[in-house]
């Protein structure tokens, strides 16, 4: 199988499962608990948390079930504790359904939120943000890249304009972390990152942030430094560690990403969506005239696995937002792909793509290349 | 030196072909099961073959089954879900809930609703009469654990379903420390709402669900992805919830051996602590058989416990969700009294997998021996 679909989620990677597995086995106790083995459990746990504290430039790392809850908690966490400040939040359109979806439940509380328009590129503009701050603004919530089309908002541009602002920064990094250098020079305060994106374990992600005022979501025995209880999952946390520490950006990614930028210049009816400047892991394109699951399906024949946009939103039968966002034209919009790339794709994946893609396209639109 | 672990309440090894269902599926199964190809099907499959085992272990239909990262989540999700359906009203609760119900009620009572938190008895329990007297028109919800974490009692959990049938309230139940302990039939409990965590029977930590009762109301707590019918955002842990019903399955079949070891090993305690004279006191009814919790005057528990653990027994005073906490216990306060010594004198061993009699022998005897020297 060829498996280009790893932003929906991403194999595990053999040495991140065994750490899990030993982790399980080995330090099993509940790090809450006051003997010898709950301490060791502890132990492990801490190490994973400075590790990934390390890895991400963060200074304090709270383990959530994944990068849904984690954005959950940055928004609401953030809004629910700050509102008698201020009930003002900024985002973008093109976020992810986790940070829109708690949005829109925030409107319903009477919070207001202004959405940044985007460009073609899928770029917000950091004027744009300066022109919307408010003195009632309590967060800003932007993602790093673009889980659909591969976009890299300006971070450090956004950031450095938010530094004369009380507003949070929160930044959803689940499409970049461990794929790009986070350095951004100006540190948002809080950042989201999810382990199953990273060749990690699912049910795992953390909140990372050098600054919060956050109410938790899960109220309970107070772990997490009361910021989100539930027993902690050592396994979960220790391999979380592992796999971030081991996911590094492959420089073939740019290299594909061109090779199959050319190649689709020799078919007339496809068009590349994702901006030049984008993310390299993530390419998305559309065929104009047909069903994106037509093409999905014809490809999978191959044993080639791509998405239509993202697997969350692409149950629904309604067209993606993101692209709605980015203006795409209506002969285009349904025939949307998006290939992307893990820390364990290789050339034969993209040789493999490209070989399906030819006969699954001839086969559905009935012609070849031009 | 091998530990002797006898915290199994707080939390609980994995079972072997618990490991193993893990390490095999999850290098498989890596299709995100809300994507339409393939690779995404497969993982469908397993949730839905994971989810019947969830259901039938209750007697509920797999609709009926939300995933959840645990039993926090699960609790929290039952109590802020209900009451997100209404302005605000009464709730009622016990004074021994584990922490996730407590402080979910808590954020409540801060946040404007009327809740009460109904005493026990001096084993621990719950009296259903006092449940209908706390009852009123406006009360939405009833949430009271099924087995106690701490001293192992169960509640009443049929007979106050039974009381609620002709009101509107949603009644839910904590059942985390007796799932995979005792045989649970939603219908026969007569709940809306049932919480269980996978670690506490020998399954993966991080996963969880609630029961929801169909036509039952509950919003969301968690935004995104449509996942779990929208009752639940986030990407489906499907390896997890395949290990998990693995050991959902185990338990039910082991569920009856296992309650009479565990017997054994409390009448094996229970016989070392007599061999050493000491007058203890066992609190609770003896009712959930892995826990047992016992009351030894004259001890202090910070030093016995120091003792236990260097003698290779884990052990602990209570929860250990009080996250390292050794203030007395919130359940032995509420059986006993604020001043009570029992809240300074109890120690809870809890028993589970990969105990043997002579392990058990050979901790009841030092633990006797500790308990001696210490009360001297």
């Known amino acids: 199988m060829f498996y280009l679909d790893n932003s929906a989620t991403t194999k595990v990677r053999p040495e991140v499962l065994r750490t ?26 801490e190490e994973a948390r400075q590790l990934t504290g390390r890895l991400l430039g963060m200074e304090h790392i709270i383990f959530t079930s994944g990068g849904t809850e984690a954005n959950n908690l940055a928004i609401t966490g953030t809004a629910r504790e700050l509102k008698g400040r201020g009930k003002h939040i900024i985002s973008s359109p093109t976020e992810h359904p986790s940070v829109l ?19 073609a590129d899928g770029k917000v503009s950091p004027e ?14 932007i993602m790093h890249v673009n889980n659909e089309t591969g976009t890299v908002q300006p971070i450090a541009e956004l950031a450095r304009i938010l530094q004369e602002s009380r507003a949070y920064f929160h930044v959803d990094a689940v499409q970049s972390a461990g794929r790009m250098p986070l350095d951004f020079g100006m540190k948002p305060d809080l950042l989201t990152v999810s382990a ?74 496809v068009r590349i969506l994702s901006p030049e400047d984008g993310a390299p892991y993530i390419l998305c394109g ?33 067209t993606s937002h993101v692209l709605e966002a980015i203006g795409v034209e209506d002969s285009f919009i349904k025939g949307v792909f998006r290939i992307s790339f893990g820390g364990m794709t290789s050339g034969e994946d993209i040789q493999a793509f490209k070989k399906a893609f030819h006969e699954s396209y001839r086969l559905i639109k009935g012609e070849t290349a031009r | 030196m091998e530990r002797i672990y006898l915290d199994h309440a707080a939390t609980s090894p994995i079972h072997p072909d618990v490991v193993r269902v893990f390490t095999e599926l999850l290098p498989e199964l890596y299709g995100n099961p809300s994507s339409i190809h393939d690779t995404g099907r497969k993982s469908r499959k397993v949730l839905d073959d994971a989810r019947a085992v969830f259901a039938g272990s209750i007697g509920a239909q797999e609709s009926e089954i939300i995933l959840t990262s645990g039993g926090t989540e699960a609790d929290n999700m039952a109590i802020f879900g209900t009451a997100a359906n209404h302005k605000k009203g009464h709730i009622i609760t016990s004074a021994i809930e584990h922490h996730a119900v407590l402080n979910a009620c808590k954020r409540l009572d801060q946040q404007g609703w009327d809740v009460t938190f109904l005493p026990v008895d001096e084993n621990g329990l719950v009296r259903a009469e006092d449940v209908r ?9 009833v949430t009271i654990m099924l087995g106690n974490n701490e001293v192992g009692t169960i509640q009443p959990i049929a007979d106050i379903g039974r009381l609620l049938q002709d009101h509107p309230a949603v009644f839910h139940t904590d059942a985390v420390q007796a799932y995979g302990v005792l045989p649970i039939d939603v219908n026969k409990l007569g709940v809306d709402l049932l919480s269980v ?7 993966p930590k991080g996963i969880g669900f609630l029961y929801q009762r169909k036509g039952v109301k509950l919003s969301p707590l968690l935004f995104g992805g449509e996942q779990e019918k929208k009752r639940r955002a986030g990407t489906e842990n499907v390896p997890a919830a395949a290990a998990f019903a693995k050991a959902v399955s185990i338990a039910q079949e082991t569920m009856e051996a296992k309650a009479e070891e565990f017997r054994r090993y409390k009448d094996i305690f229970r016989e070392a602590f007599r061999g050493q004279g000491i007058p203890f006191k066992e609190n609770g009814a003896d009712q959930l058989p892995h826990v047992l919790n016992i009351s030894i005057p004259g001890i202090g528990i910070e030093p016995f416990l120091v003792n236990l653990d260097l003698a290779g027994i884990s052990a602990s005073s209570g929860s250990a969700c009080t996250a390292g906490s050794v203030e007395p216990s919130h359940v032995l306060i509420a059986m006993y009294g604020e001043s009570a010594d029992e809240g300074r004198n109890s120690v809870r061993f809890s028993f589970g997998l990969g105990l043997t009699e002579e392990t058990v022998t050979e901790a009841a005897q030092k633990a006797a021996q500790i308990a001696a020297r210490l009360t001297n």
């Open chain 2, 197 to 203: 965590s996978a670690h506490k029977l020998n399954g």
């Open chain 2, 133 to 141: 007297e706390a009852l009123r028109d406006d009360t939405v919800l």
């Open chain 1, 101 to 119: 979806n708690t949005l829109a439940e925030l409107e319903k509380e009477g919070f207001d939120v202004t959405l940044l328009p985007v460009g």
């Open chain 1, 20 to 45: 899990f597995t030993e982790a399980s086995e080995n330090f099993f106790a509940n790090p809450a608990s006051l003997h010898r083995l709950g301490n060791e459990a502890e132990d492990l746990l």
């Open chain 1, 196 to 269: 199953h994106k990273l060749h990690g374990v699912k049910g795992s992600g953390v909140l990372a942030f050098n600054r919060a005022e956050l109410r938790p979501i899960l109220h309970g025995g107070g772990q997490e430094g009361g910021y989100r209880s539930g027993t902690v999952s050592v396994p979960h946390a220790a391999s979380f560690a592992k796999a971030l520490r081991l996911m590094i950006p492959n420089p073939e990614w740019g290299e594909w990403n061109r090779e199959l930028r050319g190649f689709f210049k020799g078919y007339r009816d």
């Open chain 1, 128 to 141: 744009d943000l300066r022109k919307q701050l408010r003195k009632d603004t309590i967060l800003v919530t």
């Open chain 1, 286 to 318: 559309a065929v104009r005239g047909i069903k994106g699951e037509v093409l999905i399906s014809a490809l999978q024949e191959h044993g080639v696995i791509i998405s239509t946009s993202s697997a969350c939103s692409s149950k629904k039968q309604q």
